[in-house]
């Protein structure tokens, strides 16, 4: 594809970067970046100076670029340059480019030689130029010169590969023609990472310095030394004309001129010169894009699909469309109240794992932490035998009574149910706080409308509350209704005479549902908080709470019981929370004042959260063990010592204190089953029914619809993004397609025949052209042939040439030879052009051979005199 093709393709890459770019990080384009590779003065800054048609690059002998140069050029109306490290600032003039550019070296690697891999970017905006990125990296140097280290030649080796290892990047090779191509070290290097030869192009330069009567057709024709993708010879400004500042487009025509009339590359002077190279490498460049363009298309077009169900409703949005916040706000709403009723009574979908939530924590406080409340308020034994005995006095009066009075059984139960008011309405205030907290979970959808978030969670909230009243007014009347009347006819009532009859001392504990059956009631790990560091530290158990005894094991598997800890008087107290501990402790102690474990005479038990402590608690309820203040501490004698009772009071006593108990826990498993359906039925169900029937009526009649339906900033700024990018992959769709019909793609070259092109290769022919006679097959180089056996070939008198002369000396190098390598080898000596024995003169007779087990070691001979 010619300049032309270039030029039509260089605003569709433009604009489908500009498209890339509004998409984001998840599409681009990886245009491929051309590393320019050569030796010293091999000509590279020329090449990369006529790419630009400026002169910018620092010149100087030795090594001159110590630090990479990412050049971009980008095609402009206007011409400047702009560094990465001073992107405030244009350069126009380009002379000034090349101070920075020497300025901005010195500063990394000294003035004294130094090299770094710090790269320079340089960016150059011009409107003789096409959109390519090149890389001019440090002349390959053996020798260490100034500061630079003694792996010099290392270092710029690891520097180059690590730019031309990219698969993305083109490699140009630059060689100059009077040096042997076998011992370039820029086509080693490539071999090395492209050992097809697919992303390399030979740059010959300085043809025009060669030899007289020498030319490099066969390599240019890449028929000597071949190359996949071939080679390309350039003509460079000569150092006079550098220093006398001759135009780079003076020098192009003189290029061309040089090609158009050398008689060795007139007839291939369209693939000579910079201006093919570009065409070149502009038509890499295309193919490389149309290689790209199937993935990225497929890329495009799956994303262009995902976006379309949430761009559909913005493709013809109206902000202020009456019709369409109407439907917004029924719809959000109606999600609201479904997504209420999930959280509420459990849904299969998004289901938390990592905390409880809504309906699950509501259940959690109805048979977990109100059952521990109730515990917790339950009566001290002490003051409940001493009001007993006042009460049972008191009725009697004067008079010694004789028979138990049931007007104290009463009062004492009438007390004792007015202390369940407490417990009972501290329950409704926590399923108040968890219904709060689930309406705000759900408004959290509604964000995008700050307004219609705020006046939702308002007026649920504000409905919820005027429900608190109600039912904890349910509650209270449930309360009142079991002060109102004493029912001893309760067929699980024990009645006086069982009460009379039992036995205090037979069970100390209260009567607890399941008591005495073998079941598992918790599981789970907690830390034994209370060991001493010299005994192993706090650690973790996995424990196993059952009704009659307290288990812990190495791990979940409980294969390995690490102690059982019997119920039996054993109670829980509370243990304060250490300065620096995260954990949350509570304690385990046996009443009658014995060691629980080894030689403790408490656990110390810690859970990650306040939380669980009370879980553990109400676990330990149900297993009978009671927290410190609410055990009875059966301390007899200290009882009659405080109180003086006859024989037939205290019988009296302990006869109304066993009706009161059962009594008592009739109440509570009342009360334990009624809350949690008086809480259901007056708050949250109806709360669910004010959702579904009465919210969408509160929100109209508190604001106007337009106030309720504003966007937030967020949401607006999050629907323009969405459609920007979706009007992007559109664009980047249709120039895709654009660039596939008006761009062609060039063919692959064949494979060739490069093992010449390795590391250990031999010297190889110079690119010469020589007498038909002199022209050998190019498998037996020269140097190998050696003329036949016969007398010695001496000058004639007069310095006529010989009859037979020697064939060419096949090292012999151009004039700039020696300088561009000075570690190839060292020429032969004319005289000896070949390993052979001189010839024996007529008449002497010849030896037989030598036997073959001693081969004989053919030395050359001496220098003579006739040498």
Known sequence: MGNRGMEE????????????????????????????????SAGKSSVLENFVGRDFLPRGSGIVTRRPLILQLIFSKTEYAEFLHCKSKKFTDFDEVRQEIEAETDRVTGTNKGISPVPINLRVYSPHVLNLTLIDLPGITKVPVGDQPQDIEFQIRDMILQFISRESSLILAVTPANMDLANSDALKMAKEVDPQGLRTIGVITKLDLMDEGTDARDVLENKLLPLRRGYIGVVNRSQKDIDGKKDIRAALAAERKFFLSHPAYRHMAERMGTPHLQRVLNQQLTNHIRETLPSLRSKLQSQLLSLEKEVEEYKNFRPDDPARKTKALLQMVQQFGVDFEKRIEGSGDQVDTLELSGGARINRIFHERFPFELVKMEFDEKDLRREISYAIKNIHGVRTGLFTPDLAFEAIVKKQVVKLKEPCLKCVDLVIQELINTVRQCTSKLGSYPRLREETERIVTTHIREREGKTKDQILLLIDIELSYINTNHEDFIGFANAQQRNTQTNKKRAIPNQGEILVIRR?????????????????YWFVLTAESLSWYKDEEEKEKKYMLPLDNLKIRDVEKGFMSTKHIFAIFNTEQRNVYKDLRQIELACDS????????????????????????????????????????????????NLVDSYVGIINKSIRDLMPKTIMHLMINNTKDFIHSELLAFLYSSSDQSSLMEESAEQAQRRDEMLRMYHALKEALAIIGDISTSTVSTPVPPPVDDTWLQPAAGHSPPPQRRPPSALLPPGRPPSLRAPAPGPPLLPLPGGAPPAFAAPPIPSRLGPFAAASDPFSAPPQIPARPA??????PPGVPRRPPAAPSRPTIIRPAEPSLLD
């Open 835 to 840: 390993r052979i024995p001189p010839g024996i």
């Open 9 to 40: 393709l260089i605003p569709l890459v433009n604009k489908l970067q500009d498209a890339f770019s509004s998409i984001g990080q998840s599409c681009h384009l990886d245009l491929p970046q051309i590393a320019v590779v050569g030796g010293q």
């Open 610 to 657: 306040q939380e669980d402590v009370d879980s553990w608690k109400a676990s330990f309820l149900r297993a009978g063990v009671y927290p410190e203040k609410d055990q009875t501490e059966s301390e007899d004698g200290a009882q009659e010592n405080t109180f003086s009772m006859d024989p037939q009071l205290e019988r009296q006593v302990e006869t109304i204190r």
């Open 524 to 540: 789970g790990w907690l830390t034994i908080n209370n060991i001493s560091i010299m005994k192993g530290g706090s650690k973790e």
